[in-house]
Nanobody, 117 residues
């Protein structure tokens, strides 16, 4: 059974930083991609950052230049470093194993990120 466990969320002031981690129970890096998504209250879940099939990081929308996705293959772990956080970044953040970039298959339980102004 696939398990994804996120950690690192919390409450931070605008301009602050957080680092999210997602530990997978098995290694997906050779056969799948992994990505970070978020869902704000009243909004649909959206892709925030992920990897291309070639392993290059990619970012969506307003997080470009502020968020950095990385991974540790040996630990089956993906990270999301979030800097210069804004109140509009407030959401539940999920990591996902994807069948292709932007196509999630398995979800973690989510971790809350709250950015106060």
């Amino acid at each position: 059974q696939v398990q994804l466990v996120e950690s690192g969320g919390g409450l931070v002031q605008a301009g602050g930083s957080l680092r999210l981690s997602c530990a997978a129970s098995v290694s997906f890096f050779r056969t799948n991609t992994m990505g970070w998504y978020r869902q704000a209250p009243g909004k649909q879940r959206e892709l925030v950052a992920g990897f291309t099939r070639g392993g290059n990081p990619m970012y969506v929308g307003s997080v470009k230049g502020r968020f950095t996705i990385s991974r540790d293959n040996a630990k089956n772990t993906v990270y999301l470093q979030m800097n210069s956080l804004k109140p509009e970044d407030t959401a539940v953040y999920y990591c996902a194993v994807e069948s292709a970039p932007g196509r999630p298959m398995y979800w973690g339980q989510g971790t809350q990120v709250t950015v106060s102004s």
